[in-house]
């Protein structure tokens, strides 16, 4: 799979999505809808399912938690 290609199939796209979207925002901005739910796995150890290749500590954070850290700075 090459990044930015929109996919149907698992494990790219679990939620079986057409076209791939993970995510709708309301014409103004102010409502969001993200699937796979983020807070799920904001800890390496909660991940279902990574990449053979990434090289991570299970016990330390995920990159969704980066997500979280930048909605907190951009509303301070």
């Known amino acids: 799979m090459m990044i930015g290609n929109p996919t149907e199939v698992y494990p ?3 939620n079986g999505s057409p076209l791939g979207v ?5 014409p103004d901005g102010r409502h969001l809808a993200m699937m796979l739910h983020p807070e799920r796995c904001f ?3 909660q991940f279902p ?3 053979k290749h ?3 500590d299970k016990k330390g954070p995920s990159p969704w ?3 979280f850290q930048n909605a907190r700075e ?3």
């Open 54 to 56: 990434w090289t991570v």
């Open 65 to 67: 938690l980066k997500m």
């Open 74 to 76: 951009w509303c301070s």
């Open 43 to 45: 800890l390496m150890w």
């Open 12 to 14: 790219f796209n679990v």
């Open 49 to 51: 399912w990574y990449p």
């Open 22 to 26: 993970a995510a709708i925002c309301s």
